[in-house]
């Protein structure tokens, strides 16, 4: 038996229900549930890709660019080690539900063919219009799964070979953050399994492009089948009243109700911070009492560009 078909027999196993996973653990067999992504994170993640299209199309320089909504990290797990986290960015697609992976393979390497001996900038709209096909059309995509390449057989591998169980860790920009964990059993698939092969050329069609690292093979795919998600998206925290402490009149500087009010309005954190600001500033301009005037005339000096300032002051 060769190498690889020995690796191959020590694949993970799970089996995949319309509802649920059975997978076979070190510890004995385990059954999740199963769960499609929401639809605010398949929005997302549908945004990023259009952008990274144009940008592409837009002849702009890639590198550099981090494209979240691809590039996930992937947390794995050895109870062996000292630090029983793996963590590692990996670039994550979808997958056809299985009645369409074999039309959307064909029209994958059909693509693969007609652009042959092309530059490959020159085929570029080509290969975006047909992943497009793909990506966009909610009615063929199994979002049960999530899927990757395996290149290195490392860490990440190894653990999983363990362990078929990883989590996913997507983080977006501002000014929303968005933020999601999936957490997952994991497949392990070979070259001559046909889903690897549709992983394969989701990867191969843009291969050459600037933002990927060209690689000579891809011995194994991964199935994320999702069995929870956690949205972790930040969001302003209501206040509490017991719990937050408000400014209140102290001192020898005598602040108006309106004025304590406004600040009371800041989050709690730099109510103080914006306070000794604005008593500092009153005092320097001789100032006894804080109104709202005062303090909004502060606030805008405070917040003043330091170059702008020096400006008006020597003109």
Known sequence: MSALLKMESRLPQIGIEPEAMALDLPNGPKRLPLQVLPENLIDWMDDGRRGM???????????????????????????????????????????????????????????????????????????????SKFNFNREVIDYRCLTSL???????????????????????????????????????????????????????????????????????????WISEVQDKTPHRVEEQPDKVQYLRQTGDMQWDSEAIESINRAPGMIRQYIREQVEKYARERGFQNISLDVLQEAKSNLNECPVTKAAKNNP
Request: with cysteine; glycine share 6%; aromatic share 14%.
């Open 53 to 131: 299209y144009e940008r592409l199309q837009g002849n702009h320089d890639s590198n550099g660019m981090f494209f979240s909504q691809h590039l996930p990290v992937l947390v794995t797990h050895n109870p062996d080690s000292v630090f029983p986290f793996n963590c590692g960015n990996k670039g994550v697609g979808f997958l056809p539900k299985a009645e369409y992976l074999e039309e959307y393979t064909e029209l994958y390497l059909e693509t693969m063919e007609q652009t042959r001996g092309l530059a490959w900038a020159e085929s570029l709209e080509k290969r975006l219009e047909t992943v």
């Open 150 to 224: 395996e290149i290195f057989e490392k860490r990440t591998f190894s653990n999983l070979c363990r362990m078929p169980m990883a989590s996913l860790h997507y983080t977006g920009h501002c000014p929303s953050y968005v933020s999601f964990q999936l957490n997952c059993g994991v497949e392990i698939v070979g070259q001559e399994d046909p889903r690897h092969t549709f992983i394969m050329l989701s990867r191969t069609m843009f291969e050459y492009d600037s933002f990927h690292i060209t690689q000579p093979q891809f011995p194994y795919a991964y199935l994320f």
